[in-house]
């Protein structure tokens, strides 16, 4: 990482050494928890609770976002996690709850932080493009449109391609730990492909609260900054 000369050439070492770490504390953690549904849930709270301060990091946005942000990653995975249970597609169970639920939380951080650093340099890149429309009487969520876009199929992309490319490019997770917990290619085909379904779910409602919240900027950035330093407006400023 010193060689490539990365501007934080530390951070990935440091998430190694964490992911053991945490991987540990995981392991001691789960025979107690993954057999109580009530302790699964709570879990669950946690890993939220996790995503909500990675994306509040990463975004830089004042600490009133906080809310906002544990709420979408809250919602987006809930409402897909909800679907894929009440419907059987997967059963009912602390220990499939806990699993199907982790994927999908992590998944919705992930496209959480790309939508909110793409969208930041966009509206860098193409400031002369929205002042533009402003400047004939768009409002700010119609002239933040194609940036808005632009940042979010950006964020859906790793979801997407892996989703694509899964049997052929990679051997994802739940497909792989299905199979070594004992249960056949095809059962585990349809437990990959239920998730799968469920992290795509998951994804475009967070890009949805993230143009929501974002996608109407009232002041423009003069130089690329963190999203949250963009002014921004809610619903009733996009009107």
């Keep these: 990482m010193l060689a490539l000369r990365l501007e934080h050439p530390w951070l990935q070492p440091w998430a190694v050494v964490r992911a053991v770490v945490q991987l540990a504390i995981l392991t001691v953690i789960l025979n107690g928890v993954i057999s109580n549904g009530w302790f699964v849930l709570a879990f669950l709270l946690v890993m939220a609770s996790a995503a909500t301060w990675v994306i509040y990091r990463r975004l830089r946005v004042s600490a009133h976002y906080l809310p906002f942000l544990f709420g979408t990653v809250a919602v987006s995975s809930a409402l897909p996690m909800l679907i894929v249970f009440s419907t059987g597609g997967v059963a009912f ?3 499939y709850l806990l699993a199907v639920g982790g994927i999908i939380i992590g998944n919705a951080m992930t496209v959480s932080t790309l939508m909110g650093r793409s969208l930041g340099a ?5 400031r002369d493009e929205l ?3 402003l400047s004939v009487g768009a409002t700010p969520r119609r002239s933040a ?3 808005v876009r632009s940042a979010a199929s950006t964020a859906l992309i790793p979801s997407t391609d892996q989703t694509r490319t899964t049997g052929i490019v990679t051997l994802p997770g739940a497909f792989v730990g299905a199979v070594f917990a004992g249960a056949s290619p095809l059962q585990a085909a349809e437990f990959q492909m239920v998730v799968l379904a469920a992290i795509l779910a998951a994804g475009a409602l967070t890009v949805a ?3 929501w919240m974002f996608g109407a900027p009232v002041l423009l950035p003069l130089v690329e900054s963190p999203l949250g ?3 921004v407006a ?3 400023a996009a009107r």
């Design 234 to 236: 809610r619903r009733d």
């Design 93 to 95: 169970t602390p220990r």
């Design 145 to 147: 449109q194609r940036a």
């Design 122 to 126: 966009l509206l860098v890149s193409q």
């Design 131 to 133: 002042e533009a429309w």
């Design 209 to 211: 609260s993230f143009t």
């Design 229 to 231: 330093r963009v002014s």
